[in-house]
């Protein structure tokens, strides 16, 4: 199996698939339209011409970097492809950041996954004076 990522070339098409995939719910195109375009970074992961994963990277750009949508289709887990995407992308956001600036990485991830994210660098929050990684969830009007 040949691995390429790229960026900044996912399209809406790919991103729906790989939510169905996954099983989320589908967006409407606005919605990924827009998510696509404020995002600072969007990867692809390819094998034989087919996108099989994907990873989004949100923030202001200089100093607070969020990870998002890493997603792999079910056929294609464990086989480091989440993995390479993370990497990948952590190595863009130290390109991103201003000279001699410390950038915060985070991410919300699901229990199944903390082993991984910890392999990669991660800290499980809390941690020292730090509160706990937290979120909440808000409603459309």
């Not at 985070?106 to 994210?117: D, I, P, Q, R, T």
């Amino acid at each position: 199996m040949e691995l390429k990522i790229y960026e900044n070339m996912l399209t809406m098409a790919d991103m729906q698939t790989l939510r169905i995939s996954c099983d989320l719910p589908i967006l409407e195109p606005d919605m990924i339209k827009t998510a696509l375009a404020r995002s600072l970074l969007n990867l692809s992961a390819v094998v034989d011409d087919n996108v099989v994963g994907m990873l989004r990277v949100v923030g202001d750009g200089i100093f607070v970097f969020i990870l998002c949508d890493v997603m792999v289709m079910p056929e294609y887990r464990n086989l480091g492809i989440a993995s390479a995407l993370v990497t990948y992308s952590l190595q863009c956001v130290e390109h991103m950041l201003p000279s001699g600036v410390v950038g915060v990485v985070s991410l919300f991830s699901v229990k199944e996954h903390v082993k991984l994210y910890k392999r990669l660098g991660f800290t499980a929050l809390p941690r020292g004076s730090r509160g706990p990684g937290m979120q909440t969830i808000v409603y459309g009007k």
